[in-house]
Nanobody, 122 residues
Framework: QVRLVESGGGSVQTGDSLRVSCAAS????????VGWFRQAPGKAREYLAY????????NLADSVKGRFIISRDNAKRLVYLQMNNLTPEDSAVYLC???????????????WGRGTQVTVSS
């Protein structure tokens, strides 16, 4: 079966940085476009970032431009989200998703991970 698994979450303080990773089994991640999302308790899932299969194209939500960077290492079969200058408002479960298709980066994902918790204290 297809599984996406996030890792790298944890508890940090305001201003710290953290990098979360996305790995896959059952699919070849390098043939898929990948997005990052987050969801905080009581809030809707929020789109954060997108990266194309090769990594040549990336997209970031306006809310995280200048702080977050999406990248991938297809040789390692990993997609990363580097998060800098974190604030308590960034506390959420961070999820990755994958799709074959193209289109708007917020939509159309076929596979989802369960997420990794990021907690930012003041």
């Amino acid at each position: 079966q297809v599984r996406l698994v996030e890792s790298g979450g944890g508890s940090v303080q305001t201003g710290d940085s953290l990098r979360v990773s996305c790995a896959a089994s059952g699919v070849t991640l390098s043939t898929h476009n990948v997005g990052w999302f987050r969801q905080a308790p009581g809030k809707a899932r929020e789109y954060l970032a997108y990266i194309s299969q090769s990594g040549a194209y990336t997209n970031l939500a306006d809310s995280v431009k200048g702080r977050f960077i999406i990248s991938r290492d297809n040789a390692k079969r990993l997609v990363y989200l580097q998060m800098n200058n974190l604030t308590p408002e960034d506390s959420a479960v961070y999820l990755c998703a994958a799709r074959e298709g193209r289109g708007e980066p917020q939509y159309g994902y076929d596979y989802w991970g369960r997420g990794t918790q990021v907690t930012v204290s003041s």
